[in-house]
């Protein structure tokens, strides 16, 4: 059988095929298309009509390359994280925004790394700690790290538990999708970690943590960044300014969303809890 032969008989997305198929034979799509009339091996056909076959039954695009770009940076993705998705790039930018030169970075549920391995590759200045409380996480954090050559220091951590020390900027994209969320039974999201996704409860219950507890760790004029959900942003801000921090306020994405609400400590907050 032909590549085109092979492209022609799948029953999913042509594009998606293309993916697939070029990450089987290791080439690029271009290539795919250039040597069209190539024909492939039985083993060849067997493995590229499985994943065909994985992806008919819903699994993500990304586990099954085993990849995902993210801020123009190719990431290593496997099932025990988070898909990185294009928004949290919002929290990048926001991030490479408030970070002073030499500043230091707290990543807080890094997952596949992409927030904090970003910031870094950006910033060779800074001095970034990365947190997670999935060892199987962190393996793949460490590994993306040492793929785009930027030092991380990964600390196995369940939120601020083993946190020591002070940042300039805390940044987290945690699990803030509400258990009763029907989007949880759907699509790429029924074969990401349930943890990386939801918290259980009705989706504020680690924003409003973090919110708490992150004073501690930041210091004076230090900003904490959040990303949320589309309908959050508003109970964000009045947590943030319920527990003191000033200048609450939220971003929009690309897709016109409020996605990422922040606040900065000010002064003398710095030494006490807030
Ligand atoms: N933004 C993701 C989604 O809606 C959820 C990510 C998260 O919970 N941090 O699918």
């Not at 994209?173 to 009763?180: D, F, G, K, L, W």
Request: glycine share 8%.
């Amino acid at each position: 059988m032909t590549i085109e032969g092979l492209l022609k008989l799948s029953l999913i997305d042509p594009l998606e095929a293309q993916v697939l198929l070029a990450h089987a034979l290791k080439c690029t799509r271009v290539q795919l298309v250039i040597r069209n009339k190539d024909t492939l091996t039985p083993q060849q056909v067997t493995e590229v009509s499985a994943l065909f076959m994985r992806r008919m039954q819903g699994e993500p695009i990304a586990y099954l390359t085993g990849e995902r770009e993210f801020h123009g940076l190719r990431f290593e993705i496997t099932p025990d994280v988070l898909i990185p998705r294009h928004e949290t790039e919002l929290l990048v930018e926001l991030g490479l925004e408030k970070l002073p030169k030499g500043g230091s970075v707290l990543d807080l549920g890094t997952g596949s790394g992409a927030i904090a391995v970003s910031l870094a590759h950006e910033r060779r200045d800074a001095q970034i700690t990365a947190a997670d409380i999935s060892q199987a996480a962190l393996a793949v954090a460490r590994r993306n790290a040492a793929a785009h050559a930027v030092t991380i220091q990964l600390v196995h951590s369940d939120w601020l538990e083993k946190i020591e020390g002070r940042f300039d900027l805390i940044v987290s994209n945690p699990p803030y999708i509400a258990a009763s969320d029907p989007h949880l039974q759907q699509g790429d999201l029924r074969f990401e970690p349930h943890s990386a996704l939801t918290d259980g409860a009705n989706g504020m219950m680690h924003i409003s943590a973090i919110i708490d507890g992150a004073a501690r760790y930041l210091n004076p004029a230090g900003w904490l960044l959040i990303e949320h959900g589309y309908d959050q942003a508003a109970a964000v801000r009045a947590l943030l300014q319920k527990a003191g921090w000033q200048q609450a306020q939220s971003w929009k994405d690309l897709a016109g969303i409020e996605r990422v609400s922040g606040a900065v400590l000010e002064g003398n907050h710095a030494d006490k809890p807030l």
